[in-house]
């Protein structure tokens, strides 16, 4: 039953400041769709893959040895190291810490694929340091561990990888909804604050006592409807002052 009661007076409030609620949600939805549209700059993302190893060999060739774990752990560690990412930044004049946030490694168990994703503002910019850094990681394992059996695996056909991250559309949907919940913690709140007294019941609960009746005030009229009434009683005013004359009273 208390439950009952709980949902009964969540929708009361609900329905009681409904005008807040969407107020702070309109709000809330314009101020992400400006954001969106005229601060938030797009993202793209660029993602090259490395090969570790010679996927043509048996599996029992590498299975007897540690030689490939221990090649694609020297490769994900050696893909986001100084030697790498300083020639890359020296290339594009980025700063080392920056070029280092742009760059996430993935590497899926068992797999001998290790991917280069790279994001940034600039869809051709994202995609040069993407093939850089890839190509950078082969050339330096070749040349300083004479590594041989690693090489870029490039599927692109028309030698664009860059994809915009996100979109518009996901950012309203998102902001209408941060905004629905605002406006419904900005009502429970002036729900709160109020201390104003509306219900019977509110009265009740506040003086301990029963209330025995209450006053329905009308509601005030227009003033057309004012002028209708006030010609309406002159007339009665009218009609008994002639039936006192004719020693009559009518009502």
């Known amino acids: 039953m208390q439950d009952q009661m709980d949902i009964k007076a969540f929708f009361s409030v609900l329905k009681t400041r409904i005008l807040t609620i969407v107020f702070v949600t309109f709000f809330v939805f314009i101020l992400v769709g400006a954001v969106s549209i005229f601060l938030m700059k797009p993202t793209y993302e660029s ?11 048996q599996t029992t060739e590498y299975s007897e040895s540690r030689e490939l774990n221990m090649l694609l752990a020297s490769t994900i560690d050696f893909i986001k190291s100084p030697s790498v990412l300083n020639s890359v930044s020296n290339e594009f004049n980025i700063s080392y810490e920056d070029i280092e946030k742009q760059v996430v490694v993935q590497n899926t168990r068992n797999s001998q694929i290790v991917n280069v994703v790279v994001r940034g503002s600039s869809s051709e910019e994202t995609e040069e340091i993407a093939n850089m850094i890839v190509a950078t990681t082969v050339d330096k394992m070749n040349q300083l561990f004479d590594v041989q059996d690693i090489y870029i ?3 692109s056909s028309n030698g664009t990888t860059a994809e ?7 950012n309203l949907a998102i902001g209408l909804v941060i905004g629905l919940l605002a406006g419904i913690g900005m009502a429970f709140l002036r729900e709160h604050l ?12 506040e003086l301990g006592i029963p209330v025995l ?14 002028h209708e009434n006030n010609l309406t009683q002159r007339g ?4 008994v002052v002639e039936g006192e004359k004719k020693n009559e009273v009518s009502v």
């Open 164 to 170: 915009k991250v996100g979109s518009t559309i996901l």
């Open 213 to 226: 009746g209450d006053l329905h005030l009308k509601k005030k009229i227009s003033k057309k409807k004012w």
């Open 153 to 155: 695996l490039n599927d």
């Open 194 to 205: 109020d201390d104003s007294i509306r219900t019977v019941a509110q009265v009740e609960k």
């Open 47 to 57: 993602m090259e893959s490395i090969v570790v190893g010679d996927l043509n060999k």
């Open 236 to 239: 009665r005013r009218m009609e």
